[in-house]
T-cell receptor, first 117, second 111 residues
């Protein structure tokens, strides 16, 4: 597609339930990122995938959070046993070459607004 | 620890009233400084990347500049459609490949 696609756009879930958020990056983009944006907070890095390399999971806030990227394309962010503090907008972004001197910018999707009640 | 501070938090301008947004940063080594625009309900939209002190980039009514400690986003003769939240982010030369974002400046341009 022309842009980064995320689904669902909105998700309301009960505390304790598991949720899966999907990201379909721009075709050919080798790098994929998940960020979280809470009200009044800056974007918080969660996880980064680059090609076939092991993902950088350094931003995941707890072991309830996990993500995978299948076939170097679609990614799924899973949150187990959701808590109210998980409520936020989850943004996915993709980009092409990652390296010094590359004039790139991420292309973000519109996000999934997760509300845990 | 990498840190990005944006000011002001919110800014209201009359149409045509030029101003600047500030992004102060602390990073171990700067790979790049990024400006994004975010409209309500949308993901951030890439505007500029700056790599070294003294660099400037322009796009329509926007001009971004960079020093060793801060970046400015200058808005000349803004229009109501420039109303958005402007985000600044840095990427370090060491460690992770992710961007570290500030909390943004919410700009409102009044007709």
């Amino acid at each position: 597609g022309a842009g980064v696609s995320q689904s669902p756009s909105n998700k309301v879930t009960e505390k304790g339930k598991d949720v899966e958020l999907r990201c379909d990056p721009i075709s050919g983009h080798t790098a994929l990122y998940w960020y979280r944006q809470s009200l009044g907070q800056g974007l918080e890095f969660l996880i980064y995938f680059q090609g076939n390399s092991a993902p950088d999971k350094s931003g995941l806030p707890s072991d309830r959070f996990s993500a995978e990227r299948t076939g170097g394309s679609v990614s799924t962010l899973t949150i187990q046993r959701t808590q109210q503090e998980d409520s936020a907008v989850y943004l996915c972004a993709s980009s092409t070459f990652v390296g010094l001197g590359a004039n790139y910018g991420y292309t973000f999707g519109s996000g999934t607004r997760l509300t845990v009640v | 620890e990498d840190q990005v501070t944006q000011s002001p938090e919110a800014l209201r301008l009359q149409e045509g009233e030029s101003s600047s947004l500030n992004c102060s940063y602390t990073v171990s080594g700067l790979r790049g400084l990024f400006w994004y625009r975010q409209d309500p309900g949308k993901g951030p939209e890439f505007l500029f990347t700056l790599y070294s002190a003294g660099e400037e980039k322009e796009k329509e009514r926007l001009k971004a500049t960079l020093t060793k400690k801060e970046s400015f986003l200058h808005i000349t003769a803004p229009k109501p459609e420039d109303s958005a939240t402007y985000l600044c982010a840095v990427q370090a030369t060491t460690g992770a490949n992710n961007l570290f974002f500030g909390t943004g400046t919410r700009l409102t341009v009044i007709p």
